[in-house]
């Protein structure tokens, strides 16, 4: 019971606006009410009056007619008033909808300035520019790749890539670290020294046999 009485109410979604268009339509409404029970009403008075001219009564039909026309003139007023009721509830939920659209313009205002708040001109600027900066750089490198690598090294890397997409591991020669030894002078003679000293040993050997 207690957290029943202790709730709290929900605001009202009701609308000062919601309150005066319905009252407009309950007014409008009562009006056509009216309307409709004149209508049938003067069409009973005019057969009335058509009845009391065939009877002679003369006088009595001429006031029930004076009584028709003065009706007729009020349902020519009920009639406008209809027409301005229905007018201004038009107006009223028209109006309504373009609250609605400038709350929407107002919310997506705000949320642009908020937006223009954190990625300023110059931030915008500065992006762009990095940006076509990495691209000079890596259109440079390119260059310079394209340029230094032969057609062999072309293939190599196509088959790389080929090896790479299959899922292969593809097996690089290793650079090696250590220093080229340097070759010594007394290997650097030209070949055909050695090879007329090896031919010219068993001929010495025979001769000091």
């Given at each position: 019971m207690g957290n029943v009485f202790g709730r709290k109410s929900r605001p009202s979604r009701v609308t000062e606006q919601d309150k005066a268009v319905l009252q407009l339509k309950q007014q409008r409404d009562k009006l056509k009410q009216y309307q409709k029970r004149i209508t049938v009403q003067l069409e009973k008075e005019r057969l009335l009056a058509k009845q009391l001219l065939k009877d002679g009564k003369k006088q009595k039909a001429l006031l029930l007619?004076?009584?028709?026309?003065?009706?007729?003139?009020?349902?020519?007023?009920?009639?406008?008033?209809?027409?301005?009721?229905?007018?201004?509830?038009?107006?009223?939920?028209?109006?309504?909808?373009?609250?609605?659209?400038?709350?929407?313009?107002?919310?997506?205002?705000?949320?642009?300035?908020?937006?223009?708040?954190?990625?300023?001109?110059?931030?915008?600027?500065?992006?762009?520019?990095?940006?076509?900066?990495?691209?000079?750089?890596?259109?440079?490198?390119?260059?310079?790749?394209?340029?230094?690598?032969?057609?062999?090294?072309?293939?190599?890397?196509?088959?790389?890539?080929?090896?790479?997409?299959?899922?292969?591991?593809?097996?690089?020669?290793?650079?090696?670290?250590?220093?080229?030894?340097?070759?010594?002078?007394?290997a650097q003679a030209e070949p055909g020294t050695e090879r007329r000293a090896a031919k010219n040993k068993p001929d010495r050997e025979m001769l000091a046999a």
């Amino acid at each position: 019971m207690g957290n029943v009485f202790g709730r709290k109410s929900r605001p009202s979604r009701v609308t000062e606006q919601d309150k005066a268009v319905l009252q407009l339509k309950q007014q409008r409404d009562k009006l056509k009410q009216y309307q409709k029970r004149i209508t049938v009403q003067l069409e009973k008075e005019r057969l009335l009056a058509k009845q009391l001219l065939k009877d002679g009564k003369k006088q009595k039909a001429l006031l029930l007619l004076k009584k028709k026309r003065y009706q007729d003139q009020l349902l020519d007023k009920t009639e406008n008033q209809i027409s301005n009721l229905e007018r201004m509830v038009q107006d009223i939920e028209f109006m309504q909808i373009e609250m609605k659209v400038i709350e929407g313009l107002k919310v997506g205002n705000d949320c642009l300035k908020s937006m223009h708040e954190i990625m300023s001109i110059e931030d915008v600027e500065r992006i762009l520019d990095e940006t076509q900066e990495a691209i000079e750089y890596q259109r440079q490198i390119d260059e310079m790749l394209a340029g230094s690598l032969t057609q062999e090294d072309e293939d190599a890397v196509l088959a790389e890539l080929e090896a790479i997409t299959q899922g292969e591991d593809v097996a690089l020669p290793e650079v090696p670290t250590e220093p080229v030894p340097e070759v010594p002078e007394a290997a650097q003679a030209e070949p055909g020294t050695e090879r007329r000293a090896a031919k010219n040993k068993p001929d010495r050997e025979m001769l000091a046999a």
